[in-house]
């Protein structure tokens, strides 16, 4: 399909004290990541974790990198190794590592030197309630997060659960960075909406990279 828009330059966009969404930041390595996101979960599947309450999460979840994020019935943690596989995670991808420094360069943050990445997998219906991400030891690093494929609502918060929330479409190829004042700020994604797109079909992909130590 002849995508008209595919050689627009990204934009910057401010998004809270802290946080920025770097609009199509991630479009010209779009089918890259996506390649490496497949090669990932060939070795570690996607799953839909169970969260400590019992609930499965309807966001399809893996990792790459020293740690992975997970659920047992204690709570969350990073772990070293996958345990659905019982083997080491998957390392992070090079095409993944070399967006996430540009993409926290970009930001204002140039010393980011993540360990993890979350990889992310909605099917139409799927969300993320709002939350934090608050099981990083080190909170002076920022979160930097991928969106690919199908476009979803992302809410934006602050410091309290019942902060106003600002709620943007995140789009193909878009990146948020957060940090700083807004590291700890509530986010999450409103259910997906069906769709078809050229790069994931059903599905929407989300990265996010962590420094967890
Ligand atoms: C997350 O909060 O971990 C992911 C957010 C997203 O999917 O955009
Ligand atoms: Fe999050």
Not at 26 to 48: C, H, K, M, N, T
Not at 105 to 117: H, M, T, V
Not at 129 to 135: A, E, R, T, V
Request: net charge neutral; with cysteine; aromatic share 10%.
């Amino acid at each position: 399909m002849l995508d008209l828009f595919a050689d627009e330059a990204p934009w910057l966009e401010p998004l809270a004290d802290g946080a920025v969404i770097l609009r199509r930041f991630a479009s010209a390595d779009a089918r890259l990541l996506i390649a490496q996101i497949e090669a990932v979960a060939a070795l570690s599947p996607f799953r839909q974790m169970v969260t400590p309450g019992g609930y499965t999460m309807s966001v399809a979840m893996t990792n790459c990198g020293e740690v992975g994020w997970t659920t047992n019935t204690h709570g969350y943690l990073y772990s070293p190794i996958d345990p659905l596989t019982s083997q080491h995670w998957p390392a992070i991808p090079t095409v993944f590592r070399q967006l996430s420094d540009a993409a926290s360069k970009a930001a204002g943050y140039p010393d980011f030197n993540p360990d993890a990445c979350l990889i992310n997998r909605y099917a139409p219906g799927a969300k993320l309630s709002l939350h934090q991400d608050k099981d990083e030891l080190n909170l002076q690093q920022p979160i930097v997060s991928v969106s690919l494929g199908l476009p979803a609502v992302f809410q934006f918060g602050g410091l309290k659960r019942n902060d106003p929330l600002k709620r943007v479409m995140l789009e193909h190829g878009d990146v948020v960075v957060w940090g700083g004042p807004s590291r700890l700020f509530y986010h999450g994604i409103l259910p997906l909406k069906p769709g078809h797109h050229p790069a994931t079909d059903e599905f929407r992909y989300n990265l996010t990279f962590r420094h967890t130590r």
